[in-house]
């Protein structure tokens, strides 16, 4: 069965940093480009970061650059987002997606003092 | 940035009813969008990709079409599992942008 599940999300203190997960299986992880997209609380989804297949091109909405990091191992069929100096405005349910046809159930990160 | 706009916000209807959402881009995407459903609490889950592209899986009741600036979701025959909110989105460049959605409900 394809599948990515994400992990990592939490309650973290503006100015903080989380680290994002996503554990993709049943198909060629290394074969994909794959997608961070977010979506906030009552609000519209907004993508965040997309990662090519080798991770040689790496691309982010402007909100998050500099700020958080997207990356892969495709030995451990994974993905990442690295998000440092959170903002109030970071909080949202984080989906995994592998390009635009399989999408994780998400993981909640929430930036609050 | 290539904006996304979606008509209506909110669509009233009923179950049999033919549902036609519109989204609109900035500027061209030629046909690189698609369409996804999403209800409260779930991931979305892709329905039309290059515009009218059907997903593997996905009823024939829905169907895209378009290219340019201009496309349409069209749900030929509404059905009770089809209430959600549906989403836009452009892949011709950088940021890929989301239209803001459109929410279907129960009239």
């Known amino acids: 069965e394809v599948q990515l599940v994400e992990s990592g999300g939490g309650l973290v203190q503006p100015g903080g940093s989380l680290r994002l997960s996503c554990a993709a299986s049943?198909?060629?992880?290394?074969?994909?480009?794959m997608s961070w997209v977010r979506q906030a609380p009552g609000k519209g989804l907004e993508w965040v970061a997309n990662?090519?297949?080798?991770?040689?091109?790496?691309y982010y909405v402007d909100s998050v650059k500099g700020r958080f990091t997207i990356s892969r191992d495709n030995a451990k069929n994974s993905l990442y987002l690295q998000m440092n100096s959170l903002r109030a405005e970071d909080t949202a349910v984080y989906y995994c997606?592998?390009?635009?046809?399989?999408w994780g159930k998400g993981t909640t990160v929430t930036v609050s003092s | 940035d290539i904006q996304m706009t979606q008509s209506p916000s909110t669509l009233s209807a009923s179950v049999g009813d033919r549902v036609t959402i519109t989204c609109r881009a900035s500027?061209?995407?030629?046909?690189?969008l698609a369409w996804y459903q999403q209800k409260p609490g779930k991931a979305p889950k892709l329905l039309i990709y290059?515009?009218?592209s059907l997903e593997s899986g996905v009823p024939s009741r829905f169907s895209g079409s378009g290219s340019g600036t201009e496309f349409t979701l069209t749900i030929s025959s509404l059905q009770p599992d089809d209430f959600a909110t549906y989403y836009c989105?452009?892949?011709?460049?950088?940021?890929?942008?989301f239209g803001p959605g459109t929410k279907v409900d129960i009239k």
């Open positions: 290059k515009a009218s």
């Open positions: 997606a592998r390009a635009r046809d399989v």
């Open positions: 990662i090519k297949q080798d991770g040689s091109e790496k």
């Open positions: 049943g198909f060629t992880f290394s074969s994909y480009w």
């Open positions: 500027q061209s995407i030629s046909s690189w």
């Open positions: 989105q452009q892949y011709n460049s950088y940021p890929c942008t």
